[in-house]
Structures are given as C-alpha cells and as structure tokens.
C-alpha cells in the first residue's frame, strides 16, 4: 500500500467517513507483486487471519526463495518452512540473524523468543498445546509444529515416544494432556495414538499421520486410514506429515479464544 493511499484512510477514519473496522479489512487486503520472481506476497494476511504468509521454501528457485523472505521481512517475522540444506545455507548467508532448525526444517527471521528456545531440548512437558508422538521417528513432523507454535508465541509443550507399543509410557503425561487446550498427536505404523489420546482428554485432538511403517504402512496412508476411521469422537486428521498444517489449526483455535 502506497503512503497515499494510507493517508487517504487514515484522514477518512478520522473524519468519521470511515469506520475503525472497515478501514481494517481495506489494510489486511493489499498484496505485493513481484513479477521478476513471479511471487505476490501478501503481507496483511495477519490482519485477515491472525496468522502471516509463511514462505514454503519447497520448489522454489534461489531467487525467489531470497525475494519472498526478503519482501516480507519489511512487514514483520519470517517463517520458511520445508526447507532444505543448501536452502538454509542459503538464507543463513544473506539473513545473517535469522535462526534454522534442520530436524523441524524451518527458517525464522524474527520471530518470538520461544523460537529461539524451542531449537533445543530438553522441550517443556506442558502446555496449551501438548504435542505428543508416538515413535522417535515421528519427531521431526513434530517438531515442526512445536516450532511453528513457538513462532507464533503460543505456550505449547513437546512429549515424545509414548505410543501404542508401551502405553505405560503415557501414564505420567495424563495429568498435563488433560489440561491442555488442544492436542497435536503424531503418528505412523498403524496411526493408533490419537485414538487412545481422545479417549483420555476432553479437548480436541489433532492427528497428524507419518510416512513412517513398513511395507503398507510405507507412506503414512496406514496410519491416515486409522485416523480417518478412528471411532471416538473429537479427532479431526491432517495430511500426512503436515506439521506445519497442525500448528496452523491449533494457532487459529487459541487466537479464536
């Protein structure tokens, strides 16, 4: 938005021609175009849905992945995710002070300090929002959302390894997973745990499958299947491996608070 066409808001809010709440929807509506790299950024998305544009760093050129972060970064916080190895050497040499996280795969220029905390365990074991997986392997997924909670400054804690093959793992977490808000439970093999994890709470649960198993289980639709046909009610399942998805739905769910 040009400084003109800002004025001209501005000077229509103050006359009263112009109402707070319109004049609103009027700034969370304007885009950046970058034709050179083919991007139109859209930094007031934050004003419409609480939550800024995230960079997805998968698939894009060099050039454009550095024009994206770099137009953003004149509006607020950063946040690229799914991004890889030479990506992120990419980011670190031109944005010095941003922070990359490779097992979550995120990049963050800016940000909450919870961020910055997040890059490194031991991770809090309470929270609005509890995170739970059922293997190690599912915790790069789960990493993922808890640093995109982080990002977004939301209270959110991290318990791993605690699925179906050794319940009694879970048994000294109940007392915080039924005082959470929401829960995120992460899985692959047979996708079983966000099941058990709705029978124990009384807040929503969030299921998010892996593309971890053998043979039919390769790829995460074992475990989708599970989660889509799971039998107690107040699961709602994500795509597989959509950490980045389940972190956004339970940010929405808390700002909607």
Same mark, same amino acid.
């Given at each position: 938005?040009?400084?003109?066409?800002?004025?001209?808001?501005?000077?229509?809010?103050?006359?009263?021609?112009?109402?707070?709440?319109?004049?609103?929807?009027?700034?969370?509506?304007?885009?950046?175009?970058?034709?050179?790299?083919?991007?139109?950024?859209?930094?007031?998305?934050?004003?419409?849905?609480?939550?800024?544009?995230?960079?997805?760093?998968?698939?894009?050129?060099?050039?454009?992945?550095?024009?994206?972060?770099?137009?953003?970064?004149?509006?607020?916080?950063?946040?690229?995710?799914?991004?890889?190895?030479?990506?992120?050497?990419?980011?670190?040499?031109?944005?010095?002070?941003?922070?990359?996280?490779?097992?979550?795969?995120?990049?963050?220029?800016?940000?909450?300090?919870?961020?910055?905390?997040?890059?490194?365990?031991?991770?809090?074991?309470?929270?609005?929002?509890?995170?739970?997986?059922?293997?190690?392997?599912?915790?790069?997924?789960?990493?993922?959302?808890?640093?995109?909670?982080?990002?977004?400054?939301?209270?959110?804690?991290?318990?791993?390894?605690? $699925? /179906? =093959?050794? @319940?009694?793992?879970?048994?000294?977490?109940?007392? %915080?997973?039924?005082? &959470? +808000?929401?829960?995120?439970?992460?899985?692959?093999?047979?996708?079983?745990?966000?099941?058990?994890?709705?029978?124990?709470?009384?807040?929503?649960?969030?299921?998010?499958?892996?593309?971890?198993?053998?043979?039919?289980?390769?790829?995460?639709?074992?475990?989708?299947?599970?989660?889509?046909?799971?039998?107690?009610? $107040? /699961? =709602?399942? @994500?795509?597989?491996?959509?950490?980045?998805?389940? %972190?956004?739905?339970? &940010? +929405?769910?808390?700002?909607?608070?």
């Amino acid at each position: 938005m040009s400084k003109p066409q800002l004025l001209k808001i501005l000077e229509q809010v103050a006359a009263g021609t112009l109402k707070p709440e319109h004049a609103l929807e009027h700034l969370g509506t304007q885009a950046v175009r970058d034709t050179l790299h083919g991007l139109t950024l859209d930094p007031q998305r934050a004003l419409r849905t609480s939550l800024s544009e995230v960079v997805l760093a998968q698939g894009k050129s060099d050039a454009a992945l550095l024009a994206a972060v770099e137009g953003l970064s004149h509006h607020g916080p950063v946040l690229v995710s799914r991004v890889n190895p030479g990506q992120a050497a990419l980011l670190e040499d031109r944005f010095s002070v941003g922070c990359y996280w490779p097992d979550a795969r995120l990049f963050s220029l800016g940000g909450s300090l919870a961020f910055a905390r997040a890059v490194q365990p031991p991770w809090p074991q309470e929270g609005e929002v509890m995170i739970v997986t059922a293997g190690a392997a599912d915790i790069p997924v789960a990493l993922e959302a808890y640093c995109c909670l982080a990002f977004w400054d939301k209270n959110c804690g991290l318990v791993t390894d605690v $699925g /179906v =093959a050794g @319940l009694d793992r879970l048994t000294p977490h109940v007392e %915080a997973l039924r005082k &959470a +808000k929401i829960i995120i439970a992460v899985a692959g093999m047979e996708g079983a745990l966000p099941g058990v994890l709705a029978g124990l709470v009384c807040c929503p649960v969030l299921a998010v499958p892996t593309a971890v198993g053998y043979g039919i289980g390769a790829g995460g639709f074992a475990a989708l299947s599970t989660m889509l046909s799971t039998c107690v009610p $107040g /699961v =709602a399942t @994500l795509n597989i491996d959509n950490g980045f998805g389940a %972190a956004a739905f339970a &940010a +929405k769910l808390l700002n909607k608070k």
